[in-house]
């Protein structure tokens, strides 16, 4: 290609990044998309507790300050070193911690750029550059702190590694360092980066491959025992506790292990239950023409180690990583994310690959080089229908086996037709094919973009810190899956506990000083049960954190920690103990001496507005949430309470303007979030209920 050519695809590749950067670093402190990946709360619980150790040290001069060895993996992570690196140039923050994320991703996108640069074409580099850019599952997960982006940027420095010098004794020792380091500060799914590379190397045309395959063995081996001893040390016992918890404690044994029989649905269904590809459907397109193309030249004579090594590489790397995922009982979407750069590579390299035509002699149409192409046709069978009737929560067997004839149909025509095809696809076919993948990528991440990171916009997780910080007093450790989020953007001190591991949760509290609990609203009665002393909480708010609901427990008395005991309740607590113990007169008395010394927060705010009610002060009622919704106009339970108080004023005192007015905000509320539309709706009736005609409150 001219000189002058390949500057302007370098010019045009560098204004994609810096563009795309642009916007995968604006608004780090908007809530993550609302169920993004079907009802869940991941992206509010996990990512902030790999920065937690970063922030302890930052703002309290210690990694771990209450010396808990159960979190020594967050600790030793690559995101945990990369944020502690940002909040010392920066502040411990809401943005700074999601920049982590961001940084990571960016890194592994420009090795996945240099490592294309030696066997692909610019135009490819620019388009794999752009679509992964656009990707709404990598821009969705990129801008928070999760391990997963760690695991992308060691696996583009890995496949940067391998593709320019592959089997050389010097690489081969680096990237054994690489997987070890991916697999213990990256995510522990980094140890499948091994079979990976050294499938590659087996299936390259390198001499002395098995030479090359021991020489990486040794050194992943002596690097990973190295890297445990220098990370953990004698604590090496609670790195694996934690693991075994996640893995097998937790999750249980893989159901496949069990059920071999469900192989086939195992292997076509994956991406249904974790919508990976319901959400990334453009994949689905991209892996059936790439697969269709990939048999014409199998078929044609073409060996898999002609494919160049970057195309191998990522083949092997779907494979691998399809085959665990789909494995494991517990598979969401994050995980998946680091297949996502290899999709697109392996894709878009066999679609647009350069062959030299072979002879028609050496053609072999044997059905064992059709099964590849019969399963990809069953796979994308599957998923079509699952996206095109919104059946994501269909049975997988009954749907697996159902698509089967259909894909065996499909697969016995298309060998038909490439019997019948006297030379392979054209460089001109392969181009119109790629521009349609394109361009339906494109429109496909384009409306995700706009529809969920653009047009819904909340800022709970920002409102929620600030409310934190101003109800709960000096000297408070808050604890919880929640805790870690809701302490990021001030200065209260965090104790990390998940409900549901292997911990004397009694033990746990006394010996160490948790003066408060954050737990989520729809486990609150089952852990009550389990944890009877849990009964005796007195609550503080209750708050929404993008569609959750989590509520603020004091527990400072309740385990007898003597540190605890220390801790002073707020001006606020007081009232909020008076409120939910429905003495309304004693709770506007403290709620009024909170705001003589503090701005109305959204506790504070609620508080007051209901007491006002409960007392039949109908217009300082009505006036007050008026205020507060005017403060918090993205927040869809304040607007709905709003609603609420309105709807139930005007019913009492047969004011029409402020039922009227009610629905305003019952509307706003079901626009802030659409999956609580519902909420809306039953508020509403039951407040007619409670406050229509004949009725008092």
Same mark, same amino acid.
């Given at each position: 290609m001219p000189a002058k050519s390949t500057i302007i695809y370098i010019c045009c590749i560098v204004l994609v990044v810096i563009v795309g950067a642009v916007f995968w670093f604006s608004n780090l402190d908007v809530d993550p998309v609302m169920n993004y990946s079907g009802i869940g709360q991941s992206l509010s619980t996990d990512p902030h507790h790999y920065v937690y150790h970063a922030r302890n040290k930052i703002l309290f001069g210690s990694f771990n300050p209450y010396d808990d060895p159960r979190w020594t993996v967050f600790q030793h992570s690559i995101v945990s070193l990369v944020s502690y690196f940002v909040f010392s140039l920066t502040s411990v923050? #809401?943005?700074?911690?999601?920049?982590?994320?961001?940084?990571?991703?960016?890194?592994? #996108? #420009?090795?996945?750029?240099?490592?294309?640069?030696?066997?692909?074409?610019?135009?490819?580099?620019?388009?794999?550059?752009?679509?992964?850019?656009?990707?709404? /599952?990598?821009?969705?997960?990129?801008?928070?702190?999760?391990?997963?982006? !760690?695991?992308?940027?060691?696996?583009?420095? #890995?496949?940067?590694?391998?593709?320019?010098w592959s089997t050389k004794i010097w690489n081969l020792v680096l990237s054994g360092v690489v997987i070890a380091l991916a697999a213990f500060t990256g995510k522990l799914f980094g140890i499948f980066l091994f079979p990976v590379t050294a499938a590659a190397i087996f299936f390259s045309n390198e001499d002395k491959r098995g030479k090359a395959i021991g020489v990486l063995s040794i050194s992943a081996i002596l690097s990973s025992i190295l890297l445990i001893f220098i990370l953990y040390g004698s604590a090496y016992q609670n790195a694996f506790g934690y693991m075994t918890d996640q893995t097998y404690s937790l999750r249980?044994?893989?159901?496949?292990?069990?059920?071999?029989?469900?192989?086939?649905?195992?292997?076509?269904?994956? !991406?249904?239950?974790?919508?990976?590809?319901?959400?990334?459907?453009?994949?689905?397109?991209?892996?059936?023409?790439?697969?269709?193309?990939?048999?014409?030249?199998?078929?044609?004579?073409?060996?898999? /180690?002609?494919?160049?090594?970057?195309?191998?590489? /990522?083949?092997?790397?779907?494979?691998?990583?399809?085959?665990?995922?789909?494995?494991?009982?517990?598979?969401?979407?994050?995980?998946?994310?680091?297949?996502?750069?290899?999709?697109l590579i392996a894709s878009l390299s066999i679609i647009k690959s350069q062959v030299k035509a072979i002879k028609k002699s050496k053609s072999d149409h044997s059905w064992k080089n059709y099964i590849l192409l019969t399963l990809i046709l069953w796979f994308a069978l599957f998923h079509i229908l699952v996206r095109i009737f919104f059946i994501n929560q269909a049975p997988a067997t009954?749907?697996?086996?159902?698509?089967?004839?259909?894909?065996?149909?499909?697969?016995?025509?298309?060998?038909?037709s490439l019997m019948k095809q006297k030379s392979e696809l054209s460089a001109k076919v392969k181009t119109r094919l790629l521009i349609v993948v394109v361009i339906f990528s494109v429109l496909i991440n384009g409306d995700m973009i706009y529809s969920k990171l653009t047009e819904q916009q909340n800022y709970n997780i920002v409102e929620a810190n600030n409310?934190?910080?101003?109800?709960?007093?000096?000297?408070?450790?808050?604890?919880?899956?929640?805790?870690?989020?809701?302490?990021? %953007?001030?200065?209260?001190?965090?104790?990390?506990?998940?409900?549901?591991?292997?911990?004397?949760?009694?033990?746990?509290?006394?010996? %160490?000083?948790?003066?408060?609990?954050?737990?989520?609203?729809?486990?609150?009665?089952q852990i009550q049960q389990q944890y009877p002393r849990f009964r005796q909480m007195i609550p503080v708010t209750s708050l929404w954190v993008r569609n959750v609901e989590v509520k603020v427990y004091n527990i400072f008395n309740l385990f007898g920690n003597q540190e605890a005991l220390r801790y002073v309740p707020t001006v606020y607590e007081h009232a909020a103990y008076y409120y939910f113990s429905n003495n309304s007169d004693s709770a506007l008395f403290y709620i009024d001496k909170f705001h003589e010394q503090n701005s109305m927060t959204k506790s504070s705010g609620l508080i007051l507005a209901d007491?006002?009610?409960?007392?039949?002060?109908?217009?300082?009622?009505?006036?007050?949430?008026?205020?507060?919704?005017?403060?918090?106009?993205?927040?869809?339970?304040?607007?709905m309470?709003?609603?609420?108080?309105?709807?139930?004023?005007?019913?009492?005192?047969?004011?029409?303007?402020?039922?009227?007015?009610?629905?305003?905000?019952?509307?706003?509320?079901?626009?802030?979030?659409?999956?609580?539309?519902?909420?809306?709706?039953?508020?509403?009736?039951?407040?007619?209920?409670?406050?229509?005609?004949?009725?008092?409150?």
């Open positions: 923050s #809401l943005v700074s911690a999601n920049t982590v994320g961001v940084i990571l991703s960016l890194l592994g #996108l #420009l090795f996945f750029i240099l490592a294309l640069w030696k066997d692909h074409s610019p135009l490819i580099i620019l388009i794999f550059t752009m679509l992964y850019l656009l990707n709404s /599952s990598l821009i969705v997960h990129a801008r928070v702190p999760y391990l997963e982006n !760690g695991l992308l940027f060691y696996t583009g420095l #890995l496949f940067f590694l391998y593709t320019y249980g044994m893989p159901k496949i292990l069990s059920m071999p029989y469900n192989l086939f649905e195992y292997l076509i269904s994956y !991406g249904l239950y974790n919508r990976f590809f319901f959400i990334n459907i453009d994949f689905v397109l991209f892996i059936l023409i790439a697969g269709y193309i990939y048999t014409a030249e199998i078929t044609s004579g073409r060996r898999f /180690s002609q494919f160049p090594k970057s195309t191998v590489f /990522s083949i092997l790397m779907i494979g691998m990583y399809y085959l665990v995922f789909m494995a494991i009982n517990y598979s969401p979407i994050r995980y998946a994310i680091v297949m996502i750069p290899m999709i009954l749907l697996t086996y159902t698509t089967l004839p259909g894909a065996l149909l499909l697969a016995y025509l298309l060998r038909v409310e934190i910080a101003k109800i709960i007093g000096n000297g408070a450790v808050i604890s919880g899956g929640y805790a870690p989020l809701l302490t990021i %953007n001030n200065n209260h001190k965090t104790f990390i506990h998940q409900f549901g591991l292997r911990d004397d949760v009694a033990k746990l509290f006394h010996d %160490n000083p948790v003066t408060h609990l954050v737990i989520e609203t729809s486990i609150l009665t007491a006002l009610f409960r007392t039949k002060q109908y217009k300082e009622s009505v006036a007050a949430i008026l205020d507060l919704a005017g403060k918090y106009p993205t927040d869809f339970f304040v607007q309470h709003c609603g609420q108080i309105v709807q139930a004023a005007g019913l009492l005192q047969n004011d029409a303007g402020l039922t009227s007015l009610a629905m305003k905000y019952y509307e706003k509320a079901t626009l802030d979030n659409p999956y609580r539309a519902n909420d809306a709706l039953t508020l509403y009736r039951q407040t007619i209920n409670e406050f229509g005609p004949n009725k008092k409150p």
